[in-house]
């Protein structure tokens, strides 16, 4: 019988993230922002993923990825100076 994953997740500069499997700590996946994204807040693990805030040109957004395979579940703009 399989366990299920539960992640955990680090920021590793200003545009990436390193997801860990919170159970074995080994290193699980790394979430390159594409582009000149820049991360502002985050990331934040919920049940099935996370959240992170990032800067895109002159706009913010929410992206939101999905566990297991930390693809991209949404993008939300939030807000443009």
């Known amino acids: 019988m399989s366990r299920p994953s539960t992640f955990t997740a680090a ?3 200003s ?3 390193k ?3 919170a159970m074995t700590g080994n290193l699980h996946r790394i979430i390159t922002l ?3 994204s820049t991360i ?3 990331p934040v693990v919920l049940s099935d ?7 895109e040109g002159s ?3 929410l ?3 999905s566990f297991p395979l930390c693809n991209i579940k949404s993008k939300t703009h939030i807000s443009t100076p």
Not at 49 to 55: D, E, M, Q, Y
Request: zero cysteines.
């Open 11 to 13: 920021l590793a500069s």
């Open 15 to 17: 545009n990436q993230i």
């Open 19 to 21: 997801i860990y499997d």
């Open 34 to 36: 594409p582009g000149s």
């Open 40 to 42: 502002i807040a985050g």
């Open 49 to 55: 993923g996370l959240s992170v805030t990032v800067k």
């Open 59 to 61: 706009g913010t957004f």
């Open 63 to 65: 992206i939101l990825y």
